[in-house]
């Protein structure tokens, strides 16, 4: 499992003068107004290479040189191993990877109305996310931000733990209350790589925790996504241009910050951006401004040689419908024309609240339809089958009984699994039935033969141990009661966990 490669010339929607005022806007604001880091560590290692900083504001002012030093310091693509090797990615260059959407919550798949997960139905989810082909890596807290009876400082990483568990796929995680210390414990205990998180806090913001993160995942020598998550309007210019610029300099702060850490640090930054509802206040997800957004990053991090996390595919529709498919299929279309090389896609039912697996069986048909765009168009003395054409002739001439198509087919069309394609007769005579419906039946055919590869019995074990660490080192901090404590313990001890 490689994702996507992209053999088209990625879509440029900016002129070269226009990135090359972006670039300038970009390190204009980075030097002139600067960028908030509270975490003195940072601060300190930030003016021994050059910047200008103000203790007292935890302001940091970067110059020119050291920005553009520390871009060419960042791997322009780099590996991301995974539990099983066959699923293993290199992130960058001309490919595009597409991982899960989580949500905060499950939906009911009769109603849409949403509802914490089971354990189970986290489990499942992952199961089926695993066995999804355009599915190659996991985002953090997916599918879903925990799940019943876990308390919210272990949301987290019982959410990855269920993730080992039940995927052999390249792992993402994020950061909450040192949760990362836990994260990176459990990685080394089973042997893998995971790509931690550092997360902006709009505008021009780090928080202590974010800077942490970065700091502890740098030092593990493992991989970085620096992700900002900007809404134009609110936290952000109301302008595509300015937000451009703005997200350039937040994340471009955080990258210069993990190449002083480490030089050569692995990162991934993220175009995570979203416009304002005007008439609600709420980020307005879906809208195609947010494509041109990311199309112009694009093109601006291809030129830096640094790889490119699009904003998450999250709709506004509230069920998968013809809303969701509009704004998801412009999301991942933009996302793989314009040279992203990843992008959280698979699952999102409504923003970042509800995730439900018949919507990732539905995405994993999209995807798969980008994923053949981007292959492009064959030429070649085969392809062109000029001499089967002069074979055939004209009517009563056909190609259906020929080698050549039985050969080609296949490899020139996609195959959608959750699709109608049905003839009308054949359509009325088999029940009516929708994508929904196809999805569920494809749903319940994964839970029913897929068998993700288990842990062995000690990385079982240590990663119960990992976990239980978590718990204690939560409890002494007070960020879990005794009465929560109580039925936390008694849901971990049922027989299905951990789900099988």
Same mark, same amino acid.
């Given at each position: 499992m490689k994702g996507f490669t992209r053999k088209l010339k990625p879509l440029e929607v900016l002129a070269e003068e226009e990135i090359e005022a972006i670039h300038r806007g970009t390190l204009e604001v980075l030097w002139v107004t600067g960028v908030r880091m509270e975490h003195k560590r940072a601060l300190q290692l930030l003016e021994k290479n050059g910047c200008k900083v103000d203790y007292d504001e935890m302001r940091v002012r970067f110059p020119q040189g050291l920005v553009e030093e520390c871009l060419r310091k960042a791997p322009s693509n780099f590996h991301a191993p995974a539990r099983d090797p066959k699923n293993s990615l290199m992130i960058g260059g001309n490919t595009l990877c597409l991982a899960v959407a989580p949500g905060q919550q499950t939906v009911d798949p009769d109603t849409w109305e949403p509802r914490p997960a089971t354990r189970k139905e986290n489990y499942d989810g992952v199961s089926i996310l695993d066995a999804l082909p355009t599915v190659h890596f996991?985002?953090?807290?997916?599918?879903?931000?925990?799940?019943?009876?876990?308390?919210?400082?272990?949301?987290?990483?019982?959410?990855?733990?269920?993730?080992?568990?039940?995927?052999?796929?390249?792992?993402?995680?994020?950061?909450?209350?040192?949760?990362?210390? #836990? &994260?990176?414990?459990?990685?080394?205990?089973?042997? +893998?790589?995971?790509?931690?998180?550092?997360?902006? %806090? !709009?505008?021009?913001?780090?928080?202590?925790?974010?800077?942490?993160?970065?700091?502890? #995942? &740098?030092?593990?020598?493992?991989?970085?996504?620096? +992700?900002?998550?900007?809404?134009?309007?609110?936290? %952000? !210019?109301a302008t595509i241009a300015g937000a451009v610029v703005i997200n350039n300099a937040e994340v471009i702060a955080g990258l210069v910050l993990a190449q002083l850490i480490k030089p050569g640090t692995r990162v991934l930054v993220k175009d995570f951006s979203a416009s304002v509802n005007m008439r609600s206040g709420a980020p307005a997800f879906g809208g195609i401004e947010i494509c041109m957004h990311n199309a112009a990053s694009n093109q601006i991090f291809q030129r830096y040689g640094v790889p490119l996390d699009d904003t998450t595919a999250y709709p506004n529709a509230k069920m998968p419908d013809y809303q969701s498919s509009y704004e998801k299929a412009f999301r991942v279309l933009v996302a793989g024309l314009s040279g992203a090389n990843t992008l959280l896609y698979h699952g999102s039912v409504h923003g970042e609240l509800t995730h439900h697996p018949i919507q990732a069986i539905l995405d994993d048909d999209s995807a798969g339809m980008v994923g053949r765009f981007m292959e492009g168009i064959a030429v070649d003395d085969e392809t062109l089958a000029v001499d089967l054409i002069h074979e055939v002739g004209p009517i009563p001439g056909h190609f259906l009984d020929k080698a050549h198509t039985r050969k080609w087919w296949k490899l020139e069309q996609f195959l959608p699994k959750a699709a109608d394609r049905l003839t009308y007769p054949e359509w009325m005579s088999t029940g009516k039935k929708t994508c929904l419906e196809y999805?569920?039946?494809?749903?319940?055919?994964?839970?029913?033969?897929?068998?993700?590869?288990?842990?062995?019995?000690?990385?079982?074990?240590?990663?119960?141990?990992?976990?239980?660490?978590?718990?204690?080192?939560?409890?002494?901090?007070?960020?879990?009661?005794?009465?929560?404590m109580t039925v936390y313990r008694k849901a971990m001890q049922s027989p299905n966990y951990p789900y099988e």
């Open positions: 996991f985002s953090p807290y997916t599918p879903y931000f925990g799940f019943e009876h876990v308390p919210p400082c272990m949301a987290m990483l019982e959410s990855l733990a269920a993730r080992i568990r039940n995927s052999t796929k390249f792992q993402c995680v994020g950061f909450s209350n040192d949760s990362e210390i #836990f &994260a990176i414990k459990m990685a080394q205990a089973v042997g +893998i790589e995971i790509l931690g998180t550092c997360a902006i %806090a !709009p505008p021009l913001s780090y928080y202590k925790d974010a800077v942490e993160s970065a700091f502890r #995942f &740098a030092e593990a020598g493992l991989p970085l996504r620096i +992700i900002g998550g900007q809404v134009m309007g609110g936290t %952000a !210019p999805a569920r039946e494809r749903m319940d055919e994964i839970l029913a033969s897929h068998r993700p590869t288990p842990l062995t019995s000690n990385q079982e074990k240590e990663v119960e141990r990992v976990l239980e660490e978590a718990r204690k080192y939560y409890k002494e901090k007070d960020l879990i009661t005794e009465e929560e």
